[in-house]
């Protein structure tokens, strides 16, 4: 017995090849967020994040994550099902061109954005002519822009769910008679849960912490498009001491996020 387990414990030591790189990767991730505690103006900090300002940047940035997640929801979940489940020619050029906000500068999202909706583009020319609607510099523009650069998180989680979840359950219930749909509804959806979780936190943690599309595409103004981090990048141009205090703010926003959803991240699907 006793050897099992010295066995057991030998197996799962980690190796030094693995362990040394792995703390300088811990260091590297944490260190920064170290030296923001340790010059933090903690004396100050009082009134500097209790401002009308940062209350307002901080209410706004909330509430515009918000609203992007819910359209990724609506928007992305289907999405995924169809790159996951749909038989479509080009379905790799699709996902390629669906998860390429992944990988472009957020600055160019917002001016791919701008040619689309501002009032001499694609849409929001006629939209302007039209209805009289102007999209950029506004609320809407700060929603539309955060749902742009963080949908790709929610089809990335939720395809790779669906990808691995078997369809016994869902061909058992088409030959029982359901409708795709009712079976999407009532079978697949309930399975795919963790994904969804998964890839909705993302979305809002993206969605939160989002500057380049916004600043591009929605301007930088008091109570309309100034969120958390336009606000600290003003911040940090006349007062540092601010940009950290408001940095620390966003930070443990954050962290509270993801961490009160930490048990749904993994995405996996339960069998």
Not at 33 to 44: D, E, K, T, V, Y
Not at 208 to 221: D, Q, R, S, V
Not at 245 to 269: F, N, P
């Given at each position: ?13 980690v190796?030094?090849?693995?362990a ?15 030296a ?13 994040v ?15 994550a ?31 061109l ?11 999202g ?7 909706l ?20 506004t609320t809407?523009?700060v ?21 691995g ?12 008679g ?7 509804r009532?079978?697949t ?33 008091p109570?309309?498009?100034?969120t958390?981090p ?25 962290l ?16």
């Amino acid at each position: 017995m006793t050897t099992r387990r010295q066995g057991t414990a030998r197996g799962r030591s980690v190796p030094a090849a693995l362990a040394v790189p792995a703390v300088a990767a811990i260091a590297f991730l944490l260190l920064p967020f170290l030296a923001l505690l340790i010059r933090a103006p903690w004396g100050s900090m009082g009134s500097l994040v209790g401002s009308p300002e940062v209350g307002q940047a901080l209410w706004l940035s909330l509430r515009c994550a918000g609203a992007a997640t819910v359209i990724c929801l609506l928007l992305g979940i289907p999405l995924a099902w169809v790159l996951a489940r749909g038989d479509l020619p080009g379905a790799g050029v699709l996902r390629a061109l669906v998860t390429m906000p992944l990988v472009l500068p957020p600055v160019v999202g917002g001016v791919a954005l701008l040619m689309l909706l501002g009032r001499r583009g694609l849409l929001g020319a006629q939209l302007d002519a039209w209805f009289g609607v102007t999209i950029p510099f506004t609320t809407a523009a700060v929603i539309i822009a955060e749902a742009f650069v963080a949908m790709p998180f929610l089809v990335v989680s939720v395809e790779g769910t669906l990808r691995g979840l078997p369809r016994r359950t869902e061909d058992a219930a088409a030959v029982l008679g359901a409708g795709r749909w009712y079976t999407f509804r009532r079978v697949t959806l309930p399975q795919i849960l963790p994904g969804v979780t998964a890839g909705a936190v993302l979305c809002f943690a993206r969605a939160l912490g989002e500057f380049g599309a916004t600043i591009t595409f929605a301007g930088n103004f008091p109570g309309t498009t100034r969120t958390m981090p336009l606000a600290i990048y003003l911040a940090m141009e006349r007062d540092p001491d601010a940009a950290v205090a408001l940095s620390l703010v966003l930070i443990a926003v954050s962290l509270a996020v993801l961490i009160g959803l930490r048990g749904r991240w993994t995405g996996q699907v339960t069998r």
